[in-house]
T-cell receptor, first 112, second 115 residues
Framework: GQQLNQSPQSMFIQEGEDVSMNCTSSSIFNTWLWYKQEPGEGPVLLIALYKAGELTSNGRLTAQFGITRKDSFLNISASIPSDVGIYFC????????????FGQGTTLQVKP | DGGITQSPKYLFRKEGQNVTLSCEQNLNHDAMYWYRQDPGQGLRLIYYSQIVNDFQKGDIAEGYSVSREKKESFPLTVTSAQKNPTAFYLC??????????????FGQGTRLTVV
């Protein structure tokens, strides 16, 4: 079945550094969603992408929909301690049953 | 405020007991979902519902049951048949967009512990 592979699995960075993570699949997705989950909370939608090549920003976050439709990237500029959390990519499965497929997440830790 | 509400936040259950987790949304969303998350893991789909009075099994439905009698509500029952129920449970909802259900919004989660 369809799978989303996120990398890296975890990152430990210094405050102020830029962060880059990606999500890849062997199959095509028509939508890419990026979520952030803080400890003990539900995931919060950060950015939604609907067109190949689309580049969308949300504050210090920028996400891109890969032109092959098989990948997406999330960048965080000038990281701060509150960026800590797990970042998930997600997309609807191809059979149009309404199911969302999630990647395994990238855990980000920021050292002040 | 519009949103999706899960209750309770924390739940303790004795082995052999059934327990029901509540999920309510006032976003007028058609689709609702239940996910399970274990420590350090991603989200695994338990059940989902595209429309009232209809629902489908997800990837790990064994030991769980759901109902969708109202658009706003999608309760999840963890039965005694679920052998390892201790986990963080997340409910989500979404509305159709160009024929696809996307942009799911999540509740705050319920942490279930079996004692």
């Amino acid at each position: 079945g369809q799978q989303l592979n996120q990398s890296p699995q975890s990152m430990f960075i210094q405050e102020g550094e830029d962060v880059s993570m990606n999500c890849t699949s062997s199959s095509i997705f028509n939508t890419w969603l990026w979520y952030k989950q803080e400890p003990g909370e539900g995931p919060v939608l950060l950015i939604a992408l609907y067109k190949a090549g689309e580049l969308t920003s949300n504050g210090r976050l920028t996400a891109q929909f890969g032109i092959t439709r098989k990948d997406s990237f999330l960048n965080i500029s000038a990281s701060i301690p509150s960026d800590v959390g797990i970042y998930f990519c997600a997309g609807p499965n191809s059979s149009n049953t309404g199911k969302l497929i999630f990647g395994q997440g990238t855990t980000l830790q920021v050292k002040p | 405020d519009g949103g999706i509400t899960q209750s309770p936040k924390y739940l303790f259950r004795k082995e052999g007991q059934n327990v029901t987790l509540s999920c309510e949304q006032n976003l007028n969303h058609d689709a609702m979902y239940w996910y399970r998350q274990d420590p350090g893991q991603g989200l695994r789909l338990i059940y989902y519902s595209q429309i009232v009075n209809d629902f489908q099994k997800g990837d790990i439905a064994e030991g769980y049951s759901v109902s969708r009698e109202k658009k706003e509500s999608f309760p999840l029952t963890v039965t005694s048949a679920q052998k390892n129920p201790t986990a963080f449970y997340l409910c989500a909802s979404s509305k159709p967009r160009t024929g696809l259900n996307t942009e799911a919004f999540f509740g705050q989660g319920t942490r279930l512990t079996v004692v």
